[in-house]
């Protein structure tokens, strides 16, 4: 089993910075590819960023991306998502997913964590 828990998720102004963590437990996580996700109340749940394993190849979603930055730590067993020029609309809860996947942008990943609450604030 892999363990997932993010953190770093608080209240800002529109224009500041977050970084969010997602720390992970079990032996194949490192083979992984790790996403971040969002979901505001009454909404679906959105794709925001991807990683694969080794972090040679990342992914983001238009709405984030120049402003969103995925990377990870294998030796942390971590993912981070540095996060400018926060803008109301990016008020979410923030979930990471990792698994063994063939498209980075769904959500058919195998293991999720709780989520972080981000509030962006105009």
């Known amino acids: 089993q892999v363990q997932l828990v993010e953190s770093g998720g608080g209240l800002v102004q529109a224009g500041g910075s977050l970084r969010l963590s997602c720390a992970a437990s079990g032996r194949t996580f490192s083979i992984y590819t790790v996403a971040w996700f969002r979901q505001a109340p009454g909404k679906e749940r959105d794709f925001v960023a991807a990683?694969?394993?080794?972090?040679?190849?990342?992914d983001y979603a238009d709405s984030v991306k120049g402003r969103f930055t995925i990377s990870r730590d294998n030796a942390k067993m971590t993912v981070y998502l540095q996060m400018n020029s926060l803008k109301p609309d990016d008020t979410a809860v923030y979930y990471c997913?990792?698994?063994?996947?063939?498209?980075?942008?769904?959500?058919?990943?195998?293991?999720w964590g709780q989520g972080t609450q981000v509030t962006v604030s105009s």
């Open positions: 997913g990792s698994g063994l996947v063939g498209n980075y942008r769904g959500t058919e990943y195998k293991y």
């Open positions: 990683i694969n394993w080794n972090g040679g190849i990342t």
